[in-house]
């Protein structure tokens, strides 16, 4: 069965820290994704990382996948209060993986304060 | 529209009442997804939909839970039934294509709640 297991569960930091959010599992994956959701809203997609080893940065945020393609990371530098939300990571189902399904860990919730 | 449009956003049922939670896919896309999000959880995928045909039920927790697309394009879940563990918030993504190198657009999603 694959799992995605997200780490923190729940992260409260100020202004100007920086974090890291990790997304783990015993599954080879052919790609892992993260997405921001707000609440209210439904998840809204991040970057998609594909090799393994490869590291992605969007501004302030860096992703890096494993080597394995086992795991993958979430590096945010100098949090910003519109950083709040909840971080998923995503990647498709061995079984439907051809159609685009998609299993999605816990998400980590990040609560940045000023 | 613009983006993914779904409604109602948020359903007050009673228990044993029957639901149906619409969704209005990005124009054109081929590709329709349904999830459902516990309190506290990630998405878990429900059924898929490639135009008009259904072609993975598998996520679909019971035989309550039904779901169709007639026409390839607006699709609707529904709900028989409702227990108080189907409440959650329904999400509805869909892509321009098959496979997981196109990107899913979600909705905001409606809440469930069975009271």
């Known amino acids: 069965t694959q799992l995605l297991e997200q780490s923190p569960q729940f992260l409260s930091i100020q202004e100007g820290e920086n974090l890291t959010v990790y997304c783990n599992s015993s599954s080879v994956f052919s790609s892992l994704q993260w997405y921001r959701q707000e609440p209210g809203e439904g998840p809204v997609l991040l970057v998609t990382?594909?090799?393994?080893?490869e590291v992605k940065k969007l501004k302030r945020l860096t992703f890096q996948f494993g080597d394995a393609r086992k795991d993958s990371s979430l590096h945010i530098t100098a949090a910003q209060t519109g950083d709040t939300g909840l971080y998923l990571c995503?990647?498709?189902?061995?079984?439907?993986?051809?159609?685009?399904?998609?299993?999605f860990g816990k998400g980590t919730k990040l609560s940045v304060k000023p | 529209g613009a983006g993914v449009s779904q409604s109602p956003r948020y359903k007050v049922a009673k228990r044993g009442q029957d639901v149906a939670l619409r969704c209005d896919p990005i124009?054109?896309?081929?590709?329709l997804f349904w999830y459902q999000q516990a309190l506290g959880q990630g998405p878990e995928f429900l059924t898929y939909?490639?135009?008009?045909?259904?072609?993975?039920k598998s996520g679909l927790p019971s035989d309550r839970f039904f779901a169709e697309r007639p026409e390839g394009s607006v699709s609707t879940l529904k709900i028989q039934r409702t227990q108080q563990e189907d409440s959650a918030v329904y999400l509805c993504a869909s892509s321009v294509y098959p496979g997981p190198k196109n990107i899913q657009y979600f909705g905001a999603g409606t809440r469930l709640s069975v009271l």
């Open positions: 939909f490639q135009n008009e045909a259904q072609l993975d």
């Open positions: 124009s054109g896309h081929v590709s």
């Open positions: 995503a990647g498709p189902m061995n079984y439907g993986g051809s159609q685009g399904n998609l299993i």
């Open positions: 990382v594909v090799t393994g080893g």
